[in-house]
């Protein structure tokens, strides 16, 4: 049987999911999809067209009419994928902060989340994939090979963010990262639909004393062990 052929990997904001989603995706030359850029998306739609991210119906309808495309990088900018949103590029546009301001609204919306869960299987039912998100143990792919919970915790977190603020050049403060960090946690956790925790059958991972490569160590670690199993 081989490698598993669809990996998913959750966990909070920050946790280092997309850094490890990437390299294990790259090292297996798998597709790396981070679902999070789905729910970003719509939210930048809502935001163009002045809809409330409390609006459920409207944004639900909005989901189900949007052209969202996640593409290999047509950029060298530091991207990792193109986000088109009906067929326009949208990459960096969606990591805005009025967007980061709004999301876990939006996502929390049953409808939405209908929408764009549809939308996250098709593409993970054609294997070979890395699929970074909240849920996707859980509801995505409830059937995937693979799953990891990345745990880190928040003041570890919000470190790191404000580390990477300061290494852009950005303005930041530390109290206001943790304290947005754990404004995030609570509504990603406390949801009423697809709430943030791990499968019963996922591993967690907690990375608070671990530094990117030994992650991405122990997550290789894992794969091999479960190519070993299936043998
Ligand atoms: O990972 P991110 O910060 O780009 O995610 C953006 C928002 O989308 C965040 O509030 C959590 C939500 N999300 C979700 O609910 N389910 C997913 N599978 C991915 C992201």
Redesign the pocket.
Known sequence: MGSPLRIAI?GP??SG??TLGKRLASALGYLYF???????AV?LAALRRHIPAEDADRLTDLAANLQIDVRPPSKDDGRDYDVLLNGEDVTWE?RRPDV?AI??V???HPGV?EV??RK?REIGERGRVVM?????GT??MPDADLKIYLDASPEERARRRYLQRLGRGERASFEHILEAVRE?DR??HG?AV?P?RPAQDAIVLDSSELNAEQVFQRALALVRGYAKSSD
């Open positions: 959750d904001a920050a999911k997309s981070d679902t999070g850029v789905m729910y970003r939210a969606i980061d999301v876990s939006v996502a929390s989340r764009l869960t996250q970074v998100g909240r849920d996707i509801v995505v995030r509504l990603d949801r697809a943030l």
